[in-house]
C-alpha cells in the first residue's frame, strides 16, 4: 500500500471553517446592493477597456476570435495534463499518477458546486446576460469578423464562470500541492485562460472573480481539509493500476515519467 498523496490525510476542521467563512464572506458581499454596485463598476470598465480594443477587423480582434473559439479550449487543457504528467513543474515524480487522477476526481467534485451556484444564481435572479448583450458599445466577433465560425461573444446566465472555476480549482491545486516557482505561473496561467471570454464579452470579470473563485475555494477547501479526497483518490488508484500496468506496456508511451512511476 503506497502512502503517497497529492491530499491531506487528516481533518482540520478549523482551516476548513476559515475557508469557508472567506468564501462565503467574498460572494456574500457580492450579493449586497453594496458589493453588487462594486463589482458592476468593476465589471464595466474591464468591459469597456478590454473589448474596446475590439473595434476593426484587424489582427488583435482575430487573435480574440480565435481565443473564443471552443477549440481554444484545449490548450488550458494540454498545460493542465502537462503539469500533471510531468515532473519540473512541482509535482513530484512519484506522486504524478495520483495528481492526474486527484486532480479529475476534484473536477467531478467542483462540478455540483459550481452548479449549485448557478441554480442559486438563476433562482434569485443573480445570473444575468452577458455584458455584450447588456452594454453599448460592445463589439462582437459575430458581427466584426463573421468569418470566424464559433466565437463566443455573449452568454445567457453567465454567473458563474465555468471555465474560471476550472482553471481556478487548477491553479489552487498546483499552489497548495506543488508549491514551488510554477505556483506562481500557475495563477498567472489561470488568469490568462480566464481573460478571452471577458474580452468578448461572454462573462462579466465578477462571473469569474466571484463566482468562479468562490466554487474553486470550497472544492479546494474540502480537498485539503478533509482526508475524502485522498481516501477516493487512493481507491481509484488502485483500482487503476492495472490499466495504467497496461499502457506502460506501450512502447514509447511507457518512456512518459507518469507511467515509470513505481508505485
Known amino acids: 500500500m ?6 491531506r490525510t487528516q481533518w482540520n476542521i478549523k482551516a476548513l ?8 464572506a467574498w460572494l456574500g458581499f457580492f450579493l449586497t446592493d453594496t458589493g ?9 470598465n474591464v468591459f469597456f477597456i478590454l ?12 487573435f480574440w476570435a480565435w481565443a473564443n473559439v471552443r477549440i481554444f479550449d484545449l490548450i488550458p487543457l494540454v498545460f493542465m495534463l502537462i503539469s500533471l504528467t510531468f515532473p519540473g513543474f512541482g509535482i513530484k515524480r512519484d506522486r504524478l499518477q495520483q495528481a492526474i487522477i486527484g486532480f479529475v476526481l476534484l473536477l467531478v467534485l467542483m462540478f455540483p458546486i459550481r452548479e449549485s451556484v448557478y441554480e442559486y444564481a438563476r433562482a434569485i435572479g443573480l445570473s444575468s446576460d452577458s455584458p455584450s448583450l447588456l452594454l453599448e458599445p460592445a463589439y462582437r466577433f459575430s458581427e466584426i469578423v463573421p468569418d470566424i465560425e464559433g466565437a463566443k461573444d455573449r452568454a445567457g446566465h453567465s454567473f458563474p464562470g465555468d471555465h474560471a472555476a476550472v482553471v481556478l480549482t487548477w491553479a ?12 506562481i505561473y500557475a495563477l498567472i496561467l489561470a488568469l490568462a485562460f ?4 471577458i474580452v468578448g464579452g461572454a462573462h462579466w470579470a465578477s462571473d469569474n472573480l466571484v463566482g468562479g473563485a468562490f466554487s474553486a475555494i470550497v472544492t479546494l477547501s474540502w480537498a485539503f481539509n478533509t482526508p475524502i479526497m485522498h481516501y477516493l483518490t487512493r481507491g481509484a488508484h488502485r483500482g487503476l493500476r492495472p490499466l495504467i500496468g497496461l499502457f506502460g506496456k506501450i512502447p514509447l508511451l511507457n518512456k512518459l515519467p507518469i507511467l515509470q512511476q513505481k508505485h
Do not use: Q
Open 2 to 7: 503506497s502512502d503517497v498523496t497529492v491530499f
Open 17 to 24: 471553517i476559515i475557508s469557508h467563512l472567506f468564501a462565503f
Open 36 to 44: 453588487f454596485a462594486f463589482w458592476r463598476s468593476i465589471d464595466h
Open 51 to 62: 473589448n474596446g480594443t475590439l473595434s476593426e477587423p484587424d489582427s488583435w480582434t482575430r
Open 172 to 183: 489552487g491545486f498546483m499552489i497548495l500541492n506543488a508549491r514551488s516557482w510554477f505556483s
Open 194 to 197: 480566464m481573460t478571452p471570454r
